[in-house]
T-cell receptor, first 113, second 112 residues
Framework: AQSVAQPEDQVNVAEGNPLTVKCTYS??????LFWYVQYPNRGLQFLLK??????LVKGSYGFEAEFNKSQTSFHLKKPSALVSDSALYFC???????????FGKGNQVVVIP | AAGVIQSPRHLIKEKRETATLKCYPI?????VYWYQQGPGQDPQFLIS???????DKGSIPDRFSAQQFSDYHSELNMSSLELGDSALYFC???????????FGEGSWLTVV
């Protein structure tokens, strides 16, 4: 079954430093991978996706993610974190055959001023 | 740009009552999904509809039912509410042929 794992519960980073949120996947076939962000008491906002093509995907708010097939990873990155990036980040994979998303457990990102 | 609209945003019900949540997908989106997110949990898929027909079913309790109407809006009906049903309920929509699923702001259900 298609699934993603986010190994860290919380990521703390100083403002201005690079931010990385890790995600590994387990799928049969080609993975369709997504990142969403959830601010407190808000909905899930789409950040970016990997379907096919370039391994480096650029998304909203300066975020990007690198698809690595050999490591089965899809880590989310931002070169310089902002305090406003503090939120809950979910990695997700499309489940084959029915287009639903299966989410990871989420990572709380705390950007320290 | 238009987003997924959910109503009500907040709902408080007592145990054993019923609740109905509504979802209006992004215009021209023909697929609707419902997810449940418990406190501190990741979103769990409940059910989806494509062109008014149920297309997939996840961990939706038998006490819950849903449908999609001719105007593509969807309603999630929850009966015999339990304390454990307290959660944030997301509706999401997608256009056939597109890959991205867009989520609404969610409906907070509190069962007391």
């Amino acid at each position: 079954a298609q699934s993603v794992a986010q190994p860290e519960d919380q990521v703390n980073v100083a403002e201005g430093n690079p931010l990385t949120v890790k995600c590994t996947y387990s799928v049969s076939g080609n993975p369709y991978l997504f990142w969403y962000v959830q601010y407190p008491n808000r909905g899930l906002q789409f950040l970016l996706k990997y379907i096919t093509g370039d391994n480096l995907v650029k998304g909203s708010y300066g975020f990007e993610a690198e698809f690595n097939k050999s490591q089965t990873s899809f880590h989310l990155k931002k070169p310089s974190a902002l305090v406003s990036d503090s939120a809950l980040y979910f990695c997700a994979v499309r489940v084959d055959g029915n287009n639903r998303l299966a989410f990871g457990k989420g990572n709380q990102v705390v950007v320290i001023p | 740009a238009a987003g997924v609209i959910q109503s009500p945003r907040h709902l408080i019900k007592e145990k054993r009552e019923t609740a109905t949540l509504k979802c209006y997908p992004i215009p021209r989106h023909d697929t609707v999904y419902w997810y449940q997110q418990g406190p501190g949990q990741d979103p769990q898929f409940l059910i989806s509809f494509y062109e008014k027909m149920q297309s997939d079913k996840g961990s939706i309790p038998d006490r819950f039912s849903a449908q999609q109407f001719s105007d593509y809006h969807s309603e999630l009906n929850m009966s015999s509410l339990e304390l454990g049903d307290s959660a944030l309920y997301f509706c999401a929509s997608r256009f056939t042929g597109g890959d991205t699923i867009y989520f609404g702001e969610g409906s907070w259900l509190t069962v007391v």
